[in-house]
């Protein structure tokens, strides 16, 4: 695996923890949460400006938009309790084949 991959793979994790502060910054009313969820996007798009280097930006927004769909899907589910009806997670199963499909057949691939 790439380095690429892995910072790619940090900015989805931070991109995620910022956008799991955003209840807990109450409309950006309490400071912690909000300056937290702020570093946590500048610091995801900043890891995101290495890996446009040398994967497609099509790629990279693909992977990084899919795969933090999914992650926030369950971590709501996990910290907050939410649910997912049968359907939601199936067309969540549906977004992880088209990540992986966009990344193995891609154009770094043909």
Do not use: D
């Not at 209840?23 to 996007?41: H, R």
């Not at 497609?56 to 693909?62: E, L, Q, S």
């Amino acid at each position: 695996m790439s380095l690429n991959y892995v910072y790619l793979f940090f900015a989805i994790l931070l991109e995620v923890t910022g956008t799991m502060l955003l209840p807990a910054s109450q409309n950006f009313t309490k400071a912690v949460p909000t300056v937290s969820l702020g570093i946590c996007y500048m610091a995801s798009f900043y890891l995101l400006t290495f890996v446009i280097r040398t994967i497609p930006v099509p790629i990279v927004y693909a992977t990084w938009s899919g795969l933090g769909i999914f992650t926030i899907a369950i971590a709501s589910v996990v910290i907050f309790k939410q649910t997912l009806s049968l359907p939601v997670i199936f067309g969540l199963f549906l977004i992880i084949i088209g990540v992986v499909l966009v990344n193995f057949y891609g154009p770094l691939h043909s």
